[in-house]
């Protein structure tokens, strides 16, 4: 009896080692591609900055990377040299977007891709463009507006409440997709942003069919702030009546 006991535990010990065994292999792999991953993405993000962006002859040298979690995913954070330079970037775990303090580009797309800013577009109050062959978007019956930038930028850090501001008295009357982001944020709303810019902040989208790249800090809050009422109040028919008819 007892040796049967014994066999039964020896069995059992075997088996929740063999477990722990095929466990801690298959973590040990998962980490080792992981970080084959990272390299990877990581690497072409910094030959993208040295074909796309650095103007000098001096190229820039990967000194140091991590990974780690973002609410819409994973980003690995990388740091550069260029001279005396360090900068601090990252890629997004798809290796899709590259994010620094001057916004965020896409670097799978060629740089000379076609925007949609490209199309037939002519010229309105406040710097806008009006982009004549595109409907307005909507989501839920409401217009869609969009806020593109990152807090590390003067650009946006002006232009953020001003644009949040004169939005949110148009209440329920419009959609709001806020990208405000942090250095080393991504925003779902990616895809857009792509479509509009390659890479520079801030961006302003009202329907889109009118948008600005940039701030206009020279026209003054309260002229910004009329710029973007008027134009939000082209999109949603003059509504609310008690912000559009002022």
């Known amino acids: 009896m007892e040796d049967k006991k014994s066999n039964s535990i020896w069995k059992i010990s075997t088996i929740i080692l063999l477990v722990a065994f095929v466990a801690l292999t298959s973590f040990m792999l998962w980490e080792k591609a992981e970080a084959a991953r990272a390299k990877y993405f990581v690497n072409q993000a910094v030959q993208y900055i040295n074909t796309n962006l650095i103007k000098s002859s001096a190229k820039a040298v990967l000194s140091n990377m991590e990974s780690y979690g973002i609410p819409v995913g994973k980003i690995y954070q990388f740091t550069i040299k260029n001279g005396d330079k360090e900068i601090v970037s990252y890629i997004s775990s798809n290796g899709k977007y590259l994010i620094s303090s001057d916004g965020i580009i896409d670097i799978s797309r060629p740089v000379e891709t076609t925007l949609i800013t490209n199309k037939n577009q002519s010229d309105v109050e406040g710097g ?14 409401k217009p869609l507006i969009y806020f593109f930038g990152l807090n590390t930028s003067n650009g946006s850090n002006w232009e953020y ?21 942090s250095a080393n944020g991504l925003s779902s709303d990616q895809d857009v942003f792509s479509k509009y810019s390659t890479g520079d902040i801030p961006v302003l989208i009202i329907g889109c069919k009118y948008y600005r790249i940039g701030d ?10 009329q710029f973007i009422t008027n ?11 008690s912000v559009c008819d002022k």
């Open 216 to 225: 206009r800090q020279g026209e003054g809050i309260e002229k910004e702030k």
């Open 161 to 181: 409440p001003i644009f949040k501001e004169t939005v949110s008295k148009f209440g329920d009357s419009v959609s709001f997709h806020d990208n405000y982001l």
């Open 128 to 141: 806008f463009k009006k982009l004549n062959d595109v409907e307005v978007c909507s989501e839920n019956n």
């Open 231 to 241: 134009l939000i109040c082209e999109i949603t028919d003059n509504q609310p009546e």
